[in-house]
């Protein structure tokens, strides 16, 4: 069985570091580049395999160059892959531009590739946590629902306020979400005010902040976590760790500190490299980091 099953969203990622964001009809020259596989829950699930658990990811991958790549990238990990779906419409391409304040901006194109059908065939229906980043909202809340009659823990990566992120919200057991989507769910620029809105819904709750660490609620308790000392080079993929780190952490049945500071440092980690899924840490970097820390 798996620890966790990551269903949602696998891109291409072409990621590019520039000095600046080009202005309008600019044309700048990158200094590095990395391509690689990207999307939130695919590599949430390649972080979760990098740390020493199992992970399968259930999304979709095209029968092109970039889905082919993406595939191997993701067997070669160590993630289950037999609830991949191939199909012939594009896999969904993203370019991405960090810049030297560790910020970065991306550009996604799907072109008409749709979301999974609710019977999509999913082998593994049972791990010990689910993970959902909402862009397969049809079928991640009919997964949501079984998990919830096999009670298995749930938990949703938050990164924006769409369709999938708004069904699941009041539906997860763990709401991880980011300032954004909090700002745009609870109408407020006021994370406090956001954290008191997403902890109605009867979740976890926790925002992420950047570099200002994170809130969260839990049973009626409030608390706050700095974040870790990094020197920032590309934010792109903190959060995937960060959910990934967290979804294994709920499966290994950590304490709630400790599970906090796990997630946050995998997340922290993954801002020091250029790209998502070539930056994501391994076990030993987090207790590394974890251990230099805390000393």
Not at 115 to 140: M, N, Q, W, Y
Not at 194 to 204: P, S
Not at 211 to 229: K, M, Q, Y
Request: proline share 4%.
């Amino acid at each position: 069985m798996n620890d966790v099953l990551c269903t949602g969203h696998a891109s291409w990622d072409i990621s590019m570091a520039v000095t600046h964001h080009p202005a309008s009809d600019e044309k700048i020259t990158a200094h590095a580049m990395q391509l690689s596989g990207g999307g939130p829950a695919a590599n949430a699930a390649v972080c979760i395999a990098r740390l020493g658990g199992h992970a399968a990811f259930c999304g979709y991958l095209g029968h092109d160059l970039f889905g082919q790549a993406h595939l191997q990238e993701l067997q070669q990990a160590g993630v289950d892959t037999t609830a991949v779906v191939r199909g012939d419409h594009p896999t969904p391409v993203s370019q991405i531009l960090a810049k030297q304040d560790g910020l970065r901006s991306v550009v996604n194109f799907k072109g008409d590739t749709p979301t999974l059908a609710v019977d999509t065939a999913v082998p593994d229906r049972s791990p010990a946590v689910l993970l959902f980043d909402g862009h397969e909202p049809d079928l991640s809340l009919q997964l949501c629902e079984q998990a919830r009659l096999q009670q298995c823990k749930t938990v949703l990566d938050a990164g924006s306020l769409h369709r999938g992120t708004q069904l699941l919200a009041p539906r997860v057991d763990y709401l991880v979400a980011s300032a954004r989507f909090a700002s745009q769910y609870a109408r407020t620029d006021d994370m406090m005010q956001a954290l008191n809105c997403l902890a109605g819904t009867g979740n976890t709750a926790i925002i992420t902040l950047g570099e200002e660490g994170l809130i969260w609620s839990r049973d009626g308790v409030f608390g706050s976590l700095p974040a870790f000392n990094i020197t920032a080079i590309d934010s792109t993929g903190a959060g995937d760790a960060f959910h990934g780190a967290f979804a294994l952490g709920v499966a290994r049945e950590m304490p709630w500190p400790e599970l906090l500071r796990y997630a946050s440092a995998a997340g922290a980690l993954t801002c020091t490299r250029l790209g998502a899924r070539t930056a994501l840490p391994d076990a030993a970097a987090v207790a590394s980091l974890l251990a230099a820390q805390t000393s």
